[in-house]
């Protein structure tokens, strides 16, 4: 049993625990961070993590000891039961939802500091300020997440398996505008597009989730989807609201299930591209859909375009308008 507390103590450093159970922490000097005590109520901060020693101590109420005695105390369990709610399938995969939302929120206040970012957006035709931080748009130069990260007490092991460091501990995402995928409250994914010359599209490991900003559409008679989130951005700034984007033209069964869940009208707005494999799935896609009983249309863009370049070259709401009052089942 001792060397099972051990390996699950390695899995789940203390610090990793707290934060998932919401427990905010400032540092307070290289090994240690100090916050509001979770055992007792209290208004000035007197509950210190130490991050070497994997222990915890409370000045206010006393108490001390490591993750397991933490989860006895706060939860009133004993040893055993402790143990066993920190098995791996009791602890909650949204845990990995905290840290992505921080190296969001890290990659949001990046995107200011780098022209290249900024002006890789406006080439894409993205200009509208309130746009860009509405959709919490964010910049990985590469190189300082780790650093940001691990001084705010995020375990290496938490940040190679949540895949926003390479094997080698390096930063995944190098050279990229960052959207943040939302799975609910939590950050569920980020997809990560290069403005060099790296592969154009990435996201972490996981689930890319449903489809983007759904709660926001799926109320609409008709919804317009597109492939990717430079089409959805575009048509949002052009103001069309009723738009969606299913990251690929594949569409996951989350995805498809949330297409189908009322009778409307989808537009799809899929890369009208030289070896028609965008029209192709958006034909696939739309057999798919008559079969739930779903009214799909198909978009016809010039071709050779997708949304995003339909309106980075001169493309404008009224006529996009046209393209979907002309749009054909
Ligand atoms: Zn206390």
Redesign the pocket.
């Known amino acids: 049993m001792g060397e099972d507390v051990e390996a699950l103590k390695r899995r789940m450093p203390l610090l990793d625990y707290l934060r998932q159970h919401n427990w905010t922490g400032h540092p307070a000097s290289r090994s240690e961070f100090v916050g509001l005590?979770p055992?007792?109520e209290?208004t000035r901060p007197?509950?210190y993590v130490n991050t070497r020693k994997d222990v915890f101590y409370?000045h206010?109420?006393g108490?001390g000891g490591d993750l397991i005695r933490f989860v006895q105390l706060s939860r009133h369990l004993s040893f055993r039961q402790s143990l066993a709610c920190l098995t791996p399938q009791n602890i909650p995969s949204d845990y990995s939802g905290t840290v992505l939302t921080q190296a969001a929120a890290f990659y949001q206040q990046q995107l200011d500091h780098y022209p290249e970012a900024l002006s890789y957006l406006n080439q894409r035709g993205l200009v509208d300020p309130i746009l860009i931080k509405e959709l919490e748009i964010g910049y990985a130069p590469g190189g300082c997440l780790r650093r940001h990260l691990t001084a705010q007490g995020y375990s290496f092991d938490l940040l190679r398996q949540s895949g926003l460091l390479n094997v080698n501990g390096s930063d995944a995402f190098y050279q990229r505008i960052v959207f943040p995928l939302r799975h609910g409250e939590h950050v569920g994914n980020l997809y990560g597009r290069s403005i060099g010359a790296a592969f154009a599209h990435r996201f972490l490991p996981g689930n890319k989730g449903g489809l983007y900003a759904w709660e926001k559409v799926r109320h609409y008679p008709a919804v317009i989807l597109v492939e990717g989130l430079f089409d959805y951005a575009v048509l949002r700034q052009a103001g069309f609201h009723n738009v969606t984007c299913a990251l690929g033209t594949h569409l996951n069964a989350d995805q498809f299930r949330q297409l189908c869940d009322v009778a409307r009208t989808v537009y799809l707005t899929f890369d009208v591209d030289a070896n028609q494999s965008g029209q192709h799935a958006a034909e696939q896609l739309t057999h798919r859909l008559y079969a739930k009983g779903i009214a799909a249309r198909r978009v016809m863009l010039p071709e050779g375009h997708d949304p995003n370049s339909f309106f980075v070259q001169g493309g404008d709401a009224h006529q996009f308008q046209s393209l979907l009052e002309a749009a054909q089942p």
């Open positions: 005590c055992l007792h209290e007197s509950f409370c206010g109420c108490q």
